[in-house]
């Protein structure tokens, strides 16, 4: 394959063009130009279920439980990413990474992204539930925090916003729409106490997270 910019005879493959399926990017080592190139294959879309758990904030100073708007510098602890899980769809393999105790206590989860943020520049798809307001932006955020580029284009389902747009179902939750949908169900029963846990620390907590959130995928 010859470069389209000099002429060169050999060309480095990259990655896939942004927002196409069936491209294909080179870069040209003697110019270092980049040049798209449909496949003469396509690609079944690579498509991922995708869930998140997170640690909540720790405020300070709250004098009315109704209070509806807290001052930033009232946040003692921010919010984290604790665990999340993904698989391919129509593989087996559910896969997964949880923050340590030391690091959820430091509201910490730079150690975790890197694995979920391979997964979603490698989709097309992605599928969650609740996943466009909440997990997706979640991550974004974390994403910049940690100096991440976006990962490459990909389009979301998400369940929730499908099932109150379509359907009429009385109650639109995981656990209900596995049932009532899919004949599945058996969600990992938590608490906040879970949460709790997770916020101080407490090593025994973390795989049970981390099961809860791969059951949800």
């Known amino acids: 394959m010859k ?8 060309l480095w493959k990259r990655r896939k063009a942004r927002n196409s399926f ?16 449909i496949s003469r294959h396509p690609r ?22 109704k209070t509806e708007y807290i001052q930033p510098d009232r946040v003692v602890k921010d919010w984290s990413i604790l665990c999340w899980a ?7 393999e559910i ?3 949880v923050v340590t105790p030391k690091e959820a206590i430091a509201r910490e ?13 490698e989709a097309n798809i992605v599928v969650t539930q609740n996943g466009r307001e909440f997990d997706i932006k979640r991550l974004n955020s974390k994403f910049l925090k940690y ?18 747009e379509k359907f009429g179902f009385t109650s639109n939750s995981l656990d209900e729409l596995g049932k009532t949908v899919l ?21 025994e907590a973390f795989p049970k997270m981390l099961t809860y959130c791969k059951r949800d995928v």
């Open 3 to 10: 470069c389209i910019h000099c002429g060169h005879n050999h």
């Open 183 to 203: 004949g599945i169900g058996g969600k990992v029963k938590m608490t906040m106490a879970d949460w709790d846990n997770c916020a101080e620390g407490k090593k």
């Open 109 to 121: 989860e730079g150690s975790v992204l890197g694995g979920v943020w391979k997964l979603l520049d």
């Open 95 to 97: 896969m997964g990474q």
């Open 22 to 37: 069936n491209k294909e990017q080179y870069q040209c080592p003697k110019c270092m130009k980049y040049q798209s190139v």
């Open 44 to 65: 079944t879309a690579k498509i991922l279920l995708l869930d998140i758990e997170t640690l909540y904030m720790e405020v300070r100073g709250i004098w009315n439980l």
């Open 86 to 92: 993904a698989k391919w769809l129509f593989e087996p």
């Open 147 to 164: 100096g991440y580029p976006p990962p490459s284009f990909y389009s979301v389902v998400d369940t929730l916003k499908i099932a109150r």
